[in-house]
């Protein structure tokens, strides 16, 4: 007899692994299989020989072997028992690119739809999805409005919101419907006004505002609808009421508004946002109790002919358990959101793809990798984030049964992207059994009429031993002992049984089971961590850890999931480390945190710390228009007039802002892990030059150089003047000729003088005279 099953292979499910022979210790004899379907439980690369006359003279284990090994040992290949797992797709429509128009009702977001498994214990199996979120899809809007007195400034500003919302969510899709509700608190003492006089007036005597309506639990006012203006007028009708305490009864109307489906008008193939609209935390379940509920809610709808929620004064609130199963049984976004956010918060639902598995089996172990749109396989992780809507991103799931579960278990599990109403439909059958245990024969001569002949042994009856049930308990002999040996020297079934009819009954130990040919194998002799064999995550066989799905190591204490070692930013421990058994081992000196998200000294701490300062402070920034910010900014932020840079562990980090200012703030990280943001309140400008004033003192500095230059020059020449003057002078004073002895020159005037004989001139003058 044969049963072996082929892997169905489909290239828009991927497929199967092949089991591999594990190196070292041959676990499929050493195990304690003497049946076929306990050799096929020991490991997935184990097989039995179901040929009678094979391994003759040899152990009952021996027949337990890798299937390479007992065609070698002449087992003929039509009586090895080796089922594989196997992979069949059962539904696999393409996926739809957009979500409106005529074919709105049969849009595709997941393929494959239904797959079907055949698993073989311990054998790991691969099949893959993929997920689009496709253009114009459906969306279902309901909004839940708190109507307590608190409310009523809220009241009044979203008298026109069903124009608003329409006209925002027209930009993502057109087909786009409306509805409303409202909820105050359960009508009955200690939450409610329950005097006489309170009755029909809650209001009554409160000067602020003297009237308004009875108190209601939930009333559903108007179903989901594309009419805008009938959402309008319903919203004009509304008045508010009022209540005692603090807390309202949010979480009864958002139970109620998820489970009453035809009621509220919620389509199969729309997406479904339930925005819940209230200025107070909500009760919780057992606040009931204050009021003499003691029934705890049943989760389902209870709405009357009046659309009002008629179990308000029966049964305590839901708590947050039935709440989140009910919203994702229905595939409902609840946003407790401001409507001018509506349509950033719809574009992040809508950015981001994540799987979750309903109905798991438990005794199935799943992991995911995921690819996003940049390719990179991420192990571990079951959403991609940061995508646009048509985008397409494909998952590998690996599944791997543990045991298997009493024949005619139907297993069944479901994988579904958080909000969709598509789903994977996955059914499993267990490849447990071997198909020569068919064949099996009762009292059959080949096992001494004693026993039963099944898969090439004799299972026999109580009292007998043996290959062919030929042995009674309690006969021994030398013959007998020999064979129970292990080798020469060795102790007799190596001191942990006893040794019949040629092979060994290994004792019972309150620690575990021992088994083997020689009893030398148990199940509780393996390496443990923290004291837990194989850590909990692995079976011991033999000695060695046999590691389920998802663990490593030699106690099986190394986890391979990585999205613990995912940073608040989608990195793998921040880019500064690498994931070692799920934790993050931080490389980057400086760097630490449980994914080393923080790290004050490393080069690019300013850079990533500067977008949260500018969502965080100044809306701006890349994360400025998604809810990333909040998720991703945890850090402490102090705004600060002066910044003080002296504090010891801090750093001082400066950027540029778009307006050319300065932004300064110190990054620390405190004692009690918490990273501290201390900031400017706000970037430090410097005001720029008046213009007239560079132009006065431009042409004032140009005319006082040429000023200047012109009076050095004056200087200058005067100098050289004076200088040559007084150079002209000194040779004047020592030329050789004055002007009168100048040989060139000569006066106008001549001088003669001539020599007279004034004697005669003398007589004659004198005899004259006389």
């Known amino acids: 007899s044969q049963h072996k099953s082929l892997p169905v292979f489909a290239a828009a499910v991927g497929l199967c692994s092949v089991p591999v022979p594990p190196s070292g210790l041959n676990m499929c004899m050493s195990g304690s299989a003497t049946s076929c379907e306990e050799c096929l439980l020991i490991h997935p690369s184990c097989a039995w020989c179901a040929q009678e006359d094979f391994g003759r003279g040899r152990s009952l284990t021996s027949r337990c072997d890798f299937s390479q090994n007992l065609l070698k040992r002449g087992c003929d290949e039509h009586f090895i028992e080796y089922p594989t797992s196997s992979i069949n797709v059962l539904q696999n429509i393409p996926l739809s690119s957009k979500g409106s128009g005529s074919t709105q009702y049969d849009v595709v977001q997941i393929m494959p739809q239904k797959i079907s498994l055949s698993l073989r214990p311990g054998d790991q199996t691969w099949f893959s999805l993929q997920v689009r979120q496709v253009e114009d899809y459906p969306v279902d809007l309901y909004y839940l409005m708190d109507l307590s007195l608190s409310m009523k400034d809220d009241l009044d500003t979203i008298r026109n919101l069903g124009t608003k919302l329409a006209h925002e969510m027209g930009k993502l899709t057109s087909n786009f419907r409306l509805g409303f509700g409202s909820f105050v608190d359960k009508n009955m003492s200690p939450f409610s006004y329950m005097a006489p006089k309170y009755q029909e007036n809650p209001c009554n005597g409160y000067k602020l505002f003297p009237n308004c309506v009875p108190s209601f639990g939930f009333r559903h006012i108007l179903s989901l609808t594309d009419k805008v203006d009938r959402f309008n007028e319903e919203v004009q009708k509304q008045m508010v009421s009022r209540n005692r305490d603090a807390p309202e009864g949010g979480f009864d109307a958002i139970l109620q508004a998820a489970v009453c489906k035809e009621k509220i008008g ?175 024969q009762n009292n059959s001569v080949i096992c001494s009429s004693i026993g039963t002949y099944n898969c090439g042994t004799c299972q026999c009856e109580p009292g007998y031993l043996g290959a062919r049930c030929e042995c009674q308990e309690g006969e021994t002999s030398n013959m007998f002992l020999s064979a129970c040996r292990e080798s020469e020297g060795k102790q007799i079934c190596s001191g942990r049984g006893e040794c019949s009819c040629n092979q060994c009954l290994c004792y019972e130990s309150e620690f575990g089971k021992i088994y083997g040919s020689f009893c030398e194998c148990d199940d509780f002799s393996c390496a443990r961590h923290k004291g837990i064999l194989c850590s909990g995550h692995g079976e011991c066989h033999c000695g060695e850890c046999k590691c389920h799905a998802g663990y490593i190591g030699d106690n099986c204490n ?10 608040d930013d989608g990195q793998m421990c921040s880019g500064r480390g690498s994931c070692v058994c799920g934790r993050c081992q931080c490389t980057e000196p400086g760097a630490f945190g449980e994914t080393c998200e923080k790290c004050p000294t490393c080069p690019d701490a300013c850079g990533t710390k500067r977008e949260c300062i500018e969502c965080r402070l100044f809306n701006s920034g890349r994360l400025a228009d998604n809810e990333t910010c909040q998720r991703q900014c945890k850090d402490h932020i102090i705004p600060v007039e002066t910044l003080k840079t002296d504090e010891p562990g801090a750093v001082l980090c400066l950027y540029k802002t778009d307006d050319d200012c300065v932004m300064k703030f110190t990054y620390s990280e405190h004692a009690s892990g918490q990273s501290i943001l201390s900031a400017l309140k706000e970037p430090e400008c410097v005001r720029g030059p008046d213009a007239l004033m560079v132009l006065v003192a431009v042409v004032g500095s140009i005319l006082l150089v040429g000023l200047l230059l012109l009076a050095a020059w004056k200087l200058v020449i005067t100098i050289h003047d004076r200088r040559e003057f007084a150079r002209f002078q000194s040779a004047r004073s020592r030329a050789r000729y004055e002007m009168a002895s100048n040989p060139l020159y000569k006066h106008p005037i001549s001088t003669h003088f001539v020599e007279t004989d004034f004697s005669m001139y003398s007589k004659s003058y004198n005899g004259g005279l006389h």
């Open 266 to 440: 919620w389509r199969k193939e729309a997406l479904h946002l339930l925005v819940f609209a209230t200025d107070d935390v909500p009760h919780l379940a057992l606040d009931g109790r204050l009021g003499g509920l003691v029934h705890p809610h049943d989760g389902q709808c209870h709405l009357n002919d009046n659309n009002e929620y008629s179990a308000s004064t029966k049964m305590d609130y839901p708590s947050l358990a039935l709440l989140g199963e009910k919203l994702a049984e229905n595939n409902i976004f609840l946003n407790f959101a401001v409507t001018k956010r509506l349509y950033v918060i719809y574009k992040n639902i809508r950015s981001k793809v994540e799987l979750s598995v309903w109905d798991h089996p438990e005794d199935l172990s799943l992991s995911f990798t995921a690819t996003c749109q940049d390719g990179n396989p991420l192990p571990g992780l079951r959403k991609c984030a940061d995508l646009k809507i048509g985008d397409t991103v494909s998952f590998n799931v690996s599944v791997e049964a543990r045991s298997c579960p009493p024949r005619g278990t139907d297993r069944r599990f479901t994988i579904k992207p958080v909000g969709f109403k598509d789903r994977l439909e996955v059914a499993v059958d267990y490849e447990c059994d071997c198909g020569c245990s068919r064949n099996a």
């Open 558 to 567: 190394c986890s391979t999931e990585t999205s613990g070692c995912i940073s």
